[in-house]
């Protein structure tokens, strides 16, 4: 009876094991067959779309392995693949397309009023792009992007009307080492590269799985359409660079058009680099470069209210639209600049000249047929809340805090406009700049040793905020500032002057908790606080 009884347990292990695996057949076979009649998943259109990127090598003349393509299942609604109806008009994209041509036609024309005599006659115009088109393009703004490139190498040079002898073009993308990849937004992708192993620069080119490409594809289905229409945001950028030519505005190198991986004609900005805007970072770093990044902007909001172009509303105002350029600040993102100002009339509602900001609202008078400076309110009001507040009182000396948190309650209310501020804020510069803040220190330098030519190693300090991370250095008019802080600090009982000045002429100096190692430093002097 056993091995019978053992017999059928296994027979039954057996046949449990069979149904399990014929389980698992079907249910795969099943799911590789298509859906009966009238059960098929149905998108919002009448069919399902999918976008995906091309990975496969694709016949000459098609979108190449870099390009946004869409996938279409069959309509159940009508014949079998039958591609499926995108949202919108193509004739509605053709529309945006020709407003954004016109926008960028528009300031070049303005560029060429304020450069006559400019033009460069070695480029015929022929071999133009879409940057540089002419009224001779008929107005079509698909003929000025699908001319010939003319070469292997594609077309390049600076914006505008004058390429100029030094401008990058495509030939110096063919050169570029150490590229890698720094961001993107709903447009652009940012990539860094090297040219010549020396000259770093900024490559902004259109995002191909951006959220602009991916939204304007799923509605019009017309990828080529939707690339044209998000690259002419890289060109009227570039166009407002050659334009808006200003310290703090970022340089705009070169560009180049050339077919890329099957995209006729596409578009890279060649710009100067600066390094992105963290503020955590910021809040860490000593007053003096803070003052420095909100005096750049104020200098560009001034500029841009009476601009070239007239007065220019940032209209995606963010820290991350900024960068630092050797400690300025400078704007990077000019895609969402507009002159555009509201219109109204005596008769209009007040709400027709709003400003309108997530907590408080700012109603302007109507001047002219104009809302009132609208577009420089708008500016200093977003630089106020996302830069005054935050960068400008902490850590000031204590002497230009009165004036500092004037200038920020009166930004915060729009009580003054962009030149009172300017003119405010290059006050508190004047009186840092010449040591006026320091009208009550008077040191003396009894109960120190003076060593010069001499530095100290080690022996460092803690202290917030510092020029370096890991010691306590410290910018100071003079040695009678610098005697203060060291008496104010417990652990300080050695001062060394360095050979190096920050931007207004202030010197750094190291706190040392001790003097043991003293060495010789050609150029450098110490203070060593003797025992009281």
Known sequence: MFPLEELMKRR????????????????????????????EPRAAGGGTARFYREKHARPAGDMGDSRLHVGETADPAGEPGTPVEPAGSLRELELQIRERYDEVLR????????????????????RRRLMDSEPGDGGDPARAQERPTGGPNGTSGSPGLSSGGNALGCGSLAAVTDVRYLGS?????????????????????????????????????????????????????????????????????????????????TVTAITEL???????????????????????????????????????ALLDFRPRQFVLVGGQLKVTDLDDASPLEAACSPRSAPQACTL??????????????RC????????????????????????????????????????????WGVEKTLSKMEEVLHLYRTGSYLHSLNHSTTGYKEVLDSSIPGQEVRCWPSYQQDACLLAVFDLGEALS??????????????????WTGHQLVYLKSGWSGLRRAIGQLTFIRLAS
Request: glycine fraction near 6%; proline fraction near 6%.
């Open 356 to 369: 309108q900001f997530p907590a408080r609202n700012f109603t302007l008078p109507c001047s002219g047929g």
């Open 274 to 312: 600066g390094s992105p805007l963290e503020m955590i970072s910021l809040l860490q770093t000593p007053w003096e470069q803070r003052l420095r990044i909100c005096l750049s902007l104020v200098r560009l909001l001034s500029f841009l209210s009476r601009s070239p172009l007239g007065s220019l």
């Open 107 to 126: 300031y070049r024309r303005q560029l060429q009023a304020r450069r006559p005599g400019h033009a460069d006659p070695g480029r015929p115009l022929e």
């Open 185 to 265: 937004g709903y447009t652009k992708a940012v990539h860094r590269a090297a040219l010549n192993h020396s000259l770093s620069v900024a490559l902004k080119s259109v995002d191909l799985a951006g959220h602009d490409m991916e939204t304007c594809a799923r509605r019009y289905g017309d990828t080529g359409a939707c690339y044209r229409l998000s690259s002419f945001k890289i060109i009227k950028e570039m166009v407002l660079m050659e334009t808006l030519q200003h310290p703090n505005v970022l340089k705009l190198y070169g560009y180049c058009y050339q077919d890329n991986g099957g995209i006729q004609e």
């Open 485 to 502: 802080l060291c008496e104010d600090h417990a652990h300080c009982h050695a001062l060394v002057f360095t050979n190096q000045t920050t």
């Open 12 to 39: 039954r292990r057996l046949v449990v094991v069979a149904g399990l695996c014929l389980s698992f057949f079907l249910a795969t076979w099943m799911s590789l067959l298509p859906a009966p009649p009238g059960l």
């Open 372 to 415: 009132e400076d609208i577009n420089e309110k708008r500016n200093l009001y977003n630089a106020y809340r996302f830069f005054f507040t935050y960068l400008l009182p902490h850590s000031a000396p204590s002497a230009l805090r009165p004036l500092l948190d004037n200038i920020v309650n009166a930004t915060g209310d729009l009580r």
